[in-house]
T-cell receptor
Framework: DTEVTQTPKHLVMGMTNKKSLKCEQH?????MYWYKQKAKKPPELMFV???????INESVPSRFSPECPNSSLLNLHLHALQPEDSALYLC??????????????FGPGTRLTVL | KQEVTQIPAALSVPEGENLVLNCSFT??????LQWFRQDPGKGLTSLLL?????REQTSGRLNASLDKSSGRSTLYIAASQPGDSATYLC????????FGTGTSLTVIP
């Protein structure tokens, strides 16, 4: 199974809402990533979890709150977002131990619209 | 910080043509380099992974090369098809993945 799943596929939320994005993989990967991608731009790294611990936070605003409850799941909690946060949010995973073999696998993404 | 650039930004070719996409990076101390394909509004599909010790990798009509010393990788697509139309991204791995700016490819039937 080389699949990363993400739910929901689409999400529309108001600026006062609280919502969560979910990501799951069953490839035994111990690194999981959240990326934000705006139209016609490359993905921008937001967070990295290694062995279920937050290892990289690319100065992301606190209205985005990641969580890694176990080695297969990754959540992104959203609160008080701004319209400029509308984007495609991508989850990815990879191995850690064999660095040169670290192939990233991406989910289909969640298209987020903030009204 | 690693800077990754892809040239050209956009490319339009007739069906059947062979083509080359370029990826340049500034720091040669990488673990590996990965090429992806992205269709509009979709996630990224991994095409090829080249380890730092390798010079090239092949998968079907795709061939990717890596020259670490010069900070370059190329993706060669043979006999292009309309279904190859997508954005192609390269990403270099050194502690984290650094993405290139992408090449938008259109293959005209």
């Amino acid at each position: 199974d080389t699949e990363v799943t993400q739910t929901p596929k689409h999400l529309v939320m108001g600026m006062t809402n609280k919502k969560s994005l979910k990501c799951e993989q069953h490839m035994g990967h111990r690194a999981m990533y959240w990326y934000k991608q705006k139209a016609k731009k490359p993905p921008e790294l937001m967070f990295v979890y290694s062995y279920e611990k937050l290892s990289i936070n690319e100065s992301v605003p606190s209205r985005f709150s990641p969580e890694c409850p176990n080695s297969s799941l990754l959540n992104l909690h959203l609160h008080a977002l701004q319209p400029e946060d509308s984007a495609l949010y991508l989850c990815a995973s990879s191995h850690i131990d064999l660095i040169s073999y670290n192939e990233q696998f991406f989910g289909p993404g969640t298209r987020l619209t903030v009204l | 910080k690693q800077e990754v650039t892809q040239i050209p930004a956009a490319l339009s070719v007739p069906e059947g043509e062979n083509l080359v996409l370029n990826c340049s990076f500034t720091d040669s101390a990488i673990y590996n380099l990965q090429w992806f394909r992205q269709d509009p509004g979709k996630g990224l599909t991994s095409l090829l992974l080249i380890q730092s010790s390798q010079r090239e990798q092949t998968s079907g009509r795709l061939n990717a090369s890596l020259d670490k010393s010069s900070g370059r990788s190329t993706l060669y697509i043979a006999a292009s098809q309309p279904g190859d139309s997508a954005t192609y991204l390269c990403a270099v791995n050194r502690n984290q993945f650094y993405f290139g700016t992408g090449t938008s490819l259109t293959v005209i039937p």
